[in-house]
Nanobody
């Protein structure tokens, strides 16, 4: 089993920054992809950014140029640097680790951006 624990959420004013971190533990499969998803009230969960074990990244259009995803394979962590935050970025942010036949989710961390 894999456990994912997120940290770094909170309340920030529009235009501000936050950094989310996710630490994986347990039987972590090699060749995994890690990513961040978010879910706002009344909306579906959506991809924010993902990064493969080799470093290839993928971003949702709505965060390009504002958010940066990174990972440390030795520490089994993934981070999301969020800059120029907007009120519409308010959501619960979830960490995900995936391999072709399995996926694991963290419990989520709340990000609230005030206008």
């Amino acid at each position: 089993q894999v456990q994912l624990v997120e940290s770094g959420g909170g309340l920030v004013q529009a235009g501000g920054s936050l950094r989310l971190s996710c630490a994986a533990s347990g039987s972590i499969p090699s060749g995994n992809a890690m990513g961040w998803y978010r879910q706002a009230p009344g909306k579906q969960r959506e991809l924010v950014a993902a990064i493969a074990s080799g470093g290839y990244t993928n971003y949702a259009d709505f965060v390009k140029g504002r958010f940066t995803i990174s990972r440390d394979n030795a520490k089994a962590t993934v981070s999301l640097q969020m800059n120029s935050l907007k009120p519409e970025d308010t959501a619960v942010y979830y960490c995900r680790l995936s391999i072709p036949r399995a996926e694991y989710w963290g419990q989520g961390t709340q990000v609230t951006v005030s206008s």
